[in-house]
């Protein structure tokens, strides 16, 4: 299994769960990740991890392509059975990579990404990934929530062909 993860894995404890998890059940978990910070990232020992650095203090318009770029160079040369796109900003590339391996490709949403308060003021922004999310969740055959109301809104917003799949933020 292969995950994208636009974030810095040293804080994000729902990735290393799921990771953790999926491996203990027998699969070799590869991760395709930003990261803020020069140096190694300790504690992710058990899973190959494939970095992309960022730098902060660029504006996201140029770092999503850059990252998008860089992720799926990454994720189309490992082979895998599955994708795993943690949340919308890195749907993208898991889905070209997806396509290009004709894999499954299963999309994690942590939260309603559409709906972020920093996307309220910012029209054109927010429909940029609404378009993306509507175009992009017809590729996916597995859609995983953290919780019931964001798992129902998915479902009714996309009418999605398959149940969303609920899975907390809980200990392993």
Excluded at 35 to 61: C, E, K, M, Q
Excluded at 152 to 169: G, P
Aim: charged share 25%; glycine share 2%; proline share 5%.
């Amino acid at each position: 299994i292969a995950m994208a993860l636009f974030g810095d894995l040293r804080f994000d404890y729902r990735v290393f769960r799921e990771a953790t998890s999926l491996q203990q059940a027998g699969h070799k978990v590869s991760i395709v990740c930003s990261t803020f910070h020069a140096g190694p990232i300790t504690g992710w020992d058990n899973f190959d991890i494939y970095p992309i650095p960022v730098d902060r203090n660029l504006s996201l318009r140029l770092l999503y392509p850059t990252f998008w770029r860089q992720a799926r160079q990454h994720l189309s040369s490992i082979n895998v059975d599955a994708y795993h796109a943690h949340d919308l900003d890195t749907l993208l590339p898991a889905a070209r990579a997806a396509r290009q391996r004709d894999v499954p490709l299963i999309y994690d949403s942590h939260e309603l990404w559409t709906e972020q308060s920093s996307l309220e003021k910012r029209p054109f922004i927010r429909f940029f990934w609404q378009e993306m999310e509507k175009r992009l969740i017809t590729r996916v055959h597995r859609t995983i929530s953290v919780s019931p109301s964001i798992a129902q809104i998915l479902q009714k917003r996309y009418c999605l062909d398959h149940e969303v799949v609920l899975l907390r933020n809980l200990p392993l």
